[in-house]
């Protein structure tokens, strides 16, 4: 990845009925990631971490974020399928 670009992951949390059906931006410190593969992230308000599964990546600069930077949340960690 190049220095100046961040790693975007879109995330369904297909566990949590509460939110099974949104769809959430976060970034993704970890190398390699792709749709399909499971993460543990924190959601909501409190930061609880759970687990969901990446719907979509997408590779840009910090300008071209899909969601206002400020409040994307990183995810923690990421495994593969």
């Not at 390699?32 to 930061?47: E, M, S, Y």
């Not at 300008?63 to 930077?69: C, D, G, L, Q, T």
């Amino acid at each position: 990845m190049y220095d100046d670009m961040l790693c975007f992951v879109r995330v369904n949390f297909p566990d949590d009925p509460n939110v099974c059906d949104m769809l959430y931006w976060y970034i993704c410190p970890f190398e390699g990631a792709g749709a399909g593969d499971r993460v543990i992230a924190p959601l909501g308000r409190h930061n609880r971490t759970q687990e969901g599964v990446i719907c979509e990546v997408r590779i840009t600069e910090e300008y071209n974020a899909p969601f206002p930077i400020y409040l994307i949340k990183n995810i923690v960690k990421l495994i593969k399928s």
